[in-house]
């Protein structure tokens, strides 16, 4: 009996270390996509350019995704270049996949103070414009974009990245707060509410995890909030990495956001195998760029820890979105090293999941 006892535990020890993170097997696993494993908790969403939207990668996204938000293509720079020109085709192409395919679309972004077209704070001689002025383009941008989405885009980034870097500051001192003060943001959702009612408006920034940011962008939400400005959300980006964040910092941020009556969504999650640096700087010589198992092993662990807590707020998160769609590109190959290959996402380069993919849809 004991025998057979000793044969059977040490069987049931090869098929665990056989499943292990591997693709589970049966069929069935096979055809679910991530949003089915998700489809209790949140919707899941992805970053795509207009070339992802075909071949593969459409097949790709329409399997695993139900949202999508656009990296780029919405930015006032790329979509509003000169102040009488917007430039729609390649927005247009993203918002129509997503009504041909029943995705949900998250706009991506209003107001920022990077990717912004050069005629934005200047006058036609060059001087720098007044606040009526900017508020009024502003206005003019979010009304137009708006119009021609109404009601195909449910979310929107309205104020993105307005708290500043350094910890003894509290806004970024952006030409928008330099020409418009910290009005520009409560503005800025008034007009997006104004435009459409419907929308779920949200402000979005990086380490939001951090507790001095956290702070400070709590801070910021609370005025607005107790203002009785229309927001209805913050955005978590999750740019993060092997190395943070910690459990207690994220439960903390997703809590003390969602306390606020806020909801919470994950919006530009990656997660990054090397610690966070916002400087741009070269490859030194030597470096490695190569994701090592224990790399790798960290990876499964980072991604496993986040999304078991992410199930845990159902009630707080209203959407995960990763940025970018597999590891064959990701804005982390170029910054802020140009050159250095990075593997932040859940599939690898050729659109198989990872084995952190695994993890992830792995509710023990
Ligand atoms: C920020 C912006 C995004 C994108 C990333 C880098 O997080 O919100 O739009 O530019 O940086 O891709």
Not at 74 to 79: S, T, V, Y
Not at 171 to 182: D, K, V
Not at 290 to 307: A, G, H, N, R
Not at 330 to 359: I, M, Q, T
Request: charged share 25%; aromatic share 14%; net charge positive.
């Amino acid at each position: 009996m004991k025998k057979l006892n000793y044969i059977l535990v040490g069987l049931a020890g090869l098929l665990l270390l056989a499943c292990g993170t591997q693709k589970p097997s049966g069929s069935a696993n096979a055809e679910k996509g991530l949003k089915h494993y998700y489809q209790p908790f949140f919707p899941m969403g992805v970053a795509v350019a207009p070339r992802d939207l075909s071949g593969v990668n459409a097949d790709f996204i329409r399997k695993n995704y139900n949202s999508i938000t656009s990296e780029n293509a919405m930015k006032m720079g790329p979509i509003h270049p000169k102040e009488n020109n917007y430039y729609w085709k390649d927005a247009d192409s993203i918002v129509s996949f997503a009504t041909k395919n029943n995705l949900k679309v998250r706009g991506h972004a209003l107001v920022w103070h990077e990717q912004t077209p050069v005629w934005l704070f200047k006058n036609a001689d060059g001087s720098q414009v007044s606040k009526e002025v900017l508020l009024q383009r502003m206005k003019d941008h979010i009304f137009t974009v708006f119009n021609l989405y109404k009601g195909k885009i449910y979310a929107w980034d309205v104020v993105n990245e307005a708290i500043d870097d350094d910890s003894t500051n509290f806004l970024r001192n952006s030409p928008w707060y330099q020409i418009a003060g910290e009005d520009f943001i409560a503005k800025a959702f008034e007009y997006a509410h104004e435009a459409d009612p419907n929308a779920k408006l949200f402000y979005n920034d990086y380490n939001a995890v951090r507790p001095e940011k956290r702070e400070r962008i709590y801070r910021l939400l609370k005025k607005l909030v107790d203002a009785k400005v229309p927001i209805d959300g913050v955005g978590i980006q999750g740019h993060w990495s092997i190395f943070e964040p910690s459990e207690a910092e994220l439960r903390k941020a997703i809590e003390q956001y969602s306390s606020l009556g806020l909801d919470v969504q994950i919006t530009e999650l990656d997660m990054s195998i090397y610690p966070w640096e916002k400087e741009r700087r070269a490859k030194r010589s030597g470096e490695s760029d190569e994701l090592t198992p224990e790399l790798e092993q960290k990876q499964i662990d980072q991604y496993s820890k986040v999304f078991k807590i992410f199930r845990e707020y159902r009630k707080n998160i209203t959407g995960v979105t990763f940025w970018n769609i597999s590891d064959r590109y990701s804005w982390l190959d170029s910054y802020p090293v140009p050159g250095r290959k990075n593997y932040p996402l859940l599939f690898d380069a050729n659109l198989k999941p990872k084995k952190a993919f695994w993890e992830v849809v792995n509710f023990k």
